[in-house]
């Protein structure tokens, strides 16, 4: 298998995993909206993830696993060599004594510090929740801090789990990332489910943290049985350790609106009253579906092939696979940018208008999804070229750059959060697309970034979404005029106008793209008609 079919497999299966993750989180984002509505309980329980997605942040989400990937690929590769002269030996014939070895001192250490940390945490819980959620009174913040409480022993499961993975995917092993957060969610949606039954908001957070353990440590742990022996030492500064911080400091240390643009949210949403937060936070998990099938499938891929060849001097093939990887996921985004920009009542509706979520909780939210549809772009873009440049040991600048873009990102979160929640959604689709495009300078000087193939994606796809937005946005607003005086606002009234809208903007998108040859949507188009010729 050729090295971009093996990627664009990949590619495949983590997009799948994160389809069926992303249709579970909205199952139980459903279920949440459905059972408590768009109130200050679900802003509190919002708000207890802030905390734990801080360590998350700092130790296991993601950090870990690309920081992981380079020395493990090294170590692989070293073994199979000696295995073999031409490296190409069965899994099983590598002597991976060394590996397990690296893996248990880096471990070990590591797992160390997270168990001191959520020990601080659950210490000084009201305190640190405090400073995030500063809007909120003593009775929510004390009722946050219990949730936050429940949660913040996941990040154990977490850390554990992604340095499995990182094991796992320097060998392009990518099971264990798949089935991840479809386990977590399922955690999330089953506990939800058990809570309900007493009124119980806080049986989402226990369905967390058992989603946690099972899809983050047990299900890596038996997929990596054959490939790695687990085992733990005591926690010291070897120079394996050390070698590791040196790359995953500034990982740690860093600061990225991909993550920050969350926390501002719920900071400054914290005093826009009741509802504020969620109606953010939903609309931002609606946009993070597109973003989750273009970018996090690619990227996690695509930075594990980079490590490869990078380790082996490939430059050129490097350039190759970030190249096609950054402008697929343009013009890929741009046109699915389009559609949500175009239908956020529609899709807000049908996706939480039920029981106690109400159609003014529909409006607010929608509302806060068009800026966030224009950041689609930037959010799908930004993991691809993150991961890529991390997995080549190059983090320290891309961490200074981003943190001083986030800092200065800060005041103008605090400015426009007087236009309310759009204005805070507009303020992370301004700050991101900055951050874009200043990685991408980065990508271009260290990897060899062909710009001129991405801005080629760039003015495609801009054309290809103008296209797909009107069309799109037309049919919505006749099929609305048409049916509100025969069904009335309800689910089925807000599904019609999804399919009008949608099969306006499918013929749009086709179109544009025969014309133009849009990346990414070109590709989907090809192994379409390579199938039904097949059949």
């Known amino acids: 298998m050729t090295a971009t079919k093996a990627v664009r497999s990949a590619a495949l299966l983590l997009a799948a995993s994160a389809l069926i993750s992303r249709f579970l989180g909205f199952g139980r984002e459903m279920l949440l909206a459905y059972l408590y509505g768009a109130t200050a309980a679900t802003d509190v329980y919002r708000a207890s993830f802030t905390v734990p997605d801080l360590l998350n ?6 950090a870990l696993t690309i920081a992981f990937i380079p020395r493990m690929a090294e170590l692989y590769a070293s073994a199979a060599a000696a295995a073999s002269n031409d490296g190409d030996v069965d899994r099983d014939e590598v002597n991976t004594d060394e590996v397990d070895e690296v893996f248990a001192i880096v471990a070990s250490s590591l797992l160390f510090l997270v168990t001191a940390l959520t020990i601080v945490g659950e210490v000084f819980t009201e305190e640190l929740v405090g400073l995030f959620v500063s809007g909120f009174d003593d009775a929510k913040i004390a009722q946050t801090a219990l949730l936050t409480r429940i949660v913040l022993p996941a990040q154990v499961f977490f850390i554990y789990g992604s340095l499995v993975q990182g094991n796992l995917l320097a060998r392009q092993i990518f099971s264990a990332r798949a089935l991840t957060p479809v386990l977590y969610n399922l955690g999330i949606i089953v506990g939800g489910l058990a809570g309900a039954q007493w009124g119980a908001i806080e049986g989402f957070s226990w369905g967390a943290l058992a989603g946690a353990f099972f899809g983050a440590a047990v ?3 038996w997929i990596a049985r054959k490939q790695l022996k687990v085992r733990l030492t005591w926690p010291s500064l070897h120079p394996e350790v050390r070698s590791f911080l040196w790359i995953f400091v500034p990982l740690m240390a860093g600061v990225s609106l991909l993550t920050v643009d969350e926390w501002a949210g719920r900071y400054f949403g914290s005093y826009l009253g009741d509802g504020a937060i969620s109606w953010l936070d ?25 490590a490869k060849r990078w380790s082996s001097g490939d430059r050129e093939g490097v350039s190759e696979l970030i190249s096609q990887a950054v402008s697929g996921v343009v013009g890929l985004s741009l046109i699915v940018a389009a559609f949500f920009a175009a239908v956020p009542e529609a899709i807000v509706g049908l996706l939480f208008e039920r029981g106690a979520f109400t159609p003014a909780d529909t409006v607010q939210t929608a509302a806060a999804l068009v800026p966030f549809a224009f950041a689609i772009v930037p959010f ?14 190059y983090t320290w ?36 697309t900055v951050q874009c495009i200043a990685i991408g300078t980065l990508a271009e000087r260290r990897l060899d970034l062909q710009v001129v193939r991405v801005f080629s994606a760039l003015w495609r796809g801009l054309v290809g979404m103008g296209v797909a937005w ?10 609305k005029q048409a049916i509100v005086g025969i069904i009335g606002p309800s689910s089925l009234a807000y599904l019609v106008r999804l399919a009008a809208s949608g099969i306006a903007w499918i013929v749009a998108v086709a179109l544009v793209t025969a014309a133009l040859g849009i ?4 590709i989907l188009v090809q192994r379409l008609r390579s199938n039904l010729r097949r059949r």
């Open 219 to 221: 299900v890596p742990t």
């Open 397 to 432: 600048v891309p961490m200074i750059v981003t943190t001083i873009l986030t800092a200065a990102t800060i005041p103008l979160y605090s400015t426009m959060a007087a236009s309310g929640i759009v204005g805070l959604a507009s303020a992370g689709a301004i700050g991101m």
């Open 380 to 393: 799908a873009v930004m993991p691809v070229l993150n991961q890529s440049l991390f997995t080549t040991g």
């Open 282 to 306: 939903n609309a931002r998990r609606v946009m993070m579906v597109p973003v989750g099938l273009a970018a996090v499938g690619a990227g996690q891929a695509t930075a594990s092939f980079i």
């Open 470 to 479: 009107l069309a799109a946005h037309s049919a919505d607003h006749f099929t």
């Open 519 to 522: 990346p990414g949507l070109d």
């Open 57 to 62: 942040y700092l130790l296991a989400g993601g």
